[in-house]
Nanobody
Framework: QVQLVESGGGLVQPGGSLTLFCAAFGFTFSHYAMSWYRQAPGKERELVATITGTGSSTSSADSVQGRFTVSRDNVRNTVYLQMNSLKPEDTAVYFC?????????WGKGTLVTVSS
């Protein structure tokens, strides 16, 4: 059974940093791309960053370019999102995602609040 479990969210001041974690279970982790999405209050869920199965290629949204870095550890079956220079507009619930045979799987999310 595919399961994704996010952690690492919390309250951080503007300009601060935070690392999110997503532990994956129930599938061959290294075979699949992993993505981070976020959903701010009253807004639609948006794609933040994606990393390929091998970790050799990444992409990220324009709004986080140069500030957020996605990485993965295929031994620990974990994907990370390093977030630097955080802004109040980064406040959202962050979700881990993977797509296996055209089906999307989601974690329950972790809340990131950027506020002074």
């Amino acid at each position: 059974q595919v399961q994704l479990v996010e952690s690492g969210g919390g309250l951080v001041q503007p300009g601060g940093s935070l690392t999110l974690f997503c532990a994956a279970f129930g599938f061959t982790f290294s075979h699949y791309a992993m993505s981070w999405y976020r959903q701010a209050p009253g807004k639609e869920r948006e794609l933040v960053a994606t990393i390929t199965g091998t970790g050799s290629s990444t992409s990220s949204a324009d709004s986080v370019q140069g500030r957020f870095t996605v990485s993965r550890d295929n031994v620990r079956n974990t994907v990370y999102l390093q977030m630097n220079s955080l802004k109040p507009e980064d406040t959202a619930v962050y979700f881990c995602n993977t797509r296996i045979y055209a089906r999307d799987y989601w974690g329950k999310g972790t809340l990131v609040t950027v506020s002074s």
